[in-house]
C-alpha cells in the first residue's frame, strides 16, 4: 500500500524494498491518492519489483474516503 505521490508509489516505499528479492512473490496494489487513481504505480512498481507475479486487481482509495473503505477493502481481500 502506498499514497501516490507526484504520480508514483512514495520514495518511502522504494527505500522499504529496493533490496528484496521478489522472486515467486504475488504483489497486490492498494493506493491512497487525492485525485490521481492509481496514476504510475503499477507500472513503476513492476519496474522496481523484478520477478514478482503483481496481480491485476490493483485499487485506488481517495484519502478522505479511507474512513468509509472498510466493506470495499474487505470484498477486495
Ligand atoms: C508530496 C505529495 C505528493 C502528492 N502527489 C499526489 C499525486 O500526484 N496525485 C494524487 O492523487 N495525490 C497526491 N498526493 C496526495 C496523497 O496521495 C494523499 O495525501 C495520500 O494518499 C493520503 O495519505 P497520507 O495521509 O499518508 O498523506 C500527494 C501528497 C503529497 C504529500
Known amino acids: 500500500m502506498t499514497p501516490v505521490y507526484w504520480g508514483s508509489y512514495a520514495p518511502e516505499i522504494e527505500t522499504a524494498i529496493k533490496d528484496l528479492d521478489f522472486t515467486y ?3 497486490r496494489i492498494v ?8 496514476a504510475n504505480v503499477v507500472a513503476d512498481i ?3 519489483c523484478k520477478g ?4 491485476n486487481d490493483s485499487i485506488a ?3 478522505t474516503d479511507c ?3 472498510r466493506s470495499k477493502i474487505e470484498n477486495w481481500i
Open 25 to 27: 512473490k504475488i504483489i
Open 31 to 38: 493506493t491512497t491518492h487525492e485525485g490521481s487513481g492509481l
Open 46 to 48: 513492476k519496474k522496481i
Open 52 to 55: 514478482a507475479n503483481i496481480l
Open 61 to 63: 482509495i481517495k484519502g
Open 67 to 69: 474512513i468509509n473503505a
